[in-house]
């Protein structure tokens, strides 16, 4: 019986340090997408601003 309490114990244990693994690695990862996210958002802005610069410059040149 004590057999089976020690490794329902051990089990438990191993179950407990698994989620907490997970719980860190989640956490990890939701930190990185709002970074990834933070930097999409950053280089969206950079396309917007050359594709105006573009645009504007297009625009001074002759019509063939």
């Known amino acids: 019986m004590d057999a089976d309490f020690t490794s329902l114990e051990n089990k438990i244990e191993r179950i407990v340090a698994l ?4 719980r860190d690695e989640n956490h990890a990862l939701r930190e990185r997408a ?11 802005e950079k396309i ?10 297009m625009e001074r040149l002759p019509a063939e």
Do not use: G, I, N
Not at 19 to 22: I, P, R, S
Not at 34 to 44: F, I, Q, S, V
């Open 19 to 22: 989620c907490q693994t997970l």
């Open 48 to 57: 917007d601003a050359a594709r105006v610069r573009l645009e504007a410059f």
């Open 34 to 44: 709002d970074a990834l996210e933070h930097e999409k958002r950053a280089l969206k």
